[in-house]
Nanobody, 127 residues
Framework: QVQLVESGGGLVQAGGSLRLSCVAS????????MGWFRQAPGKEREFVAG????????YFADSVKGRFTISKDNAKNTVYLQMNSLKPEDTAVYYC????????????????????WGQGTQVTVSS
């Protein structure tokens, strides 16, 4: 059974930083593209950042480019999202997900390409 568990969310002032973690189990985590998505109230879930299984390819939404970074530790089955210079518009529930197909050295941006999701962690940025 595949499980993804996010942590690290919280309340932070604008300009601050948070690091989200996502621990995966039940799948050979290192062979799958991992993605981070977010969903604000009343909005669709949107892609934020992703890393291909080889770690050679990363992709970021324009809204977070230059502020967020993604990394992973295969030994810990953990993917991280470092969020710097946070803005109120970054407020959302953040989800990690694992792609449906392994050994694809590509960062999928559609949520339809991911088959397992975590429960989400709330990030609130105050102005």
């Amino acid at each position: 059974q595949v499980q993804l568990v996010e942590s690290g969310g919280g309340l932070v002032q604008a300009g601050g930083s948070l690091r989200l973690s996502c621990v995966a189990s039940g799948r050979t985590f290192s062979t799958y593209t991992m993605g981070w998505f977010r969903q604000a109230p009343g909005k669709e879930r949107e892609f934020v950042a992703g890393m291909s299984w080889s770690s050679l390819n990363t992709y970021f939404a324009d809204s977070v480019k230059g502020r967020f970074t993604i990394s992973k530790d295969n030994a810990k089955n953990t993917v991280y999202l470092q969020m710097n210079s946070l803005k109120p518009e970054d407020t959302a529930v953040y989800y990690c997900a694992t792609a449906a197909n392994n050994y694809r050295d590509y960062v999928f941006r559609s949520k339809n390409d991911y088959d397992y999701w975590g429960q989400g962690t709330q990030v609130t940025v105050s102005s």
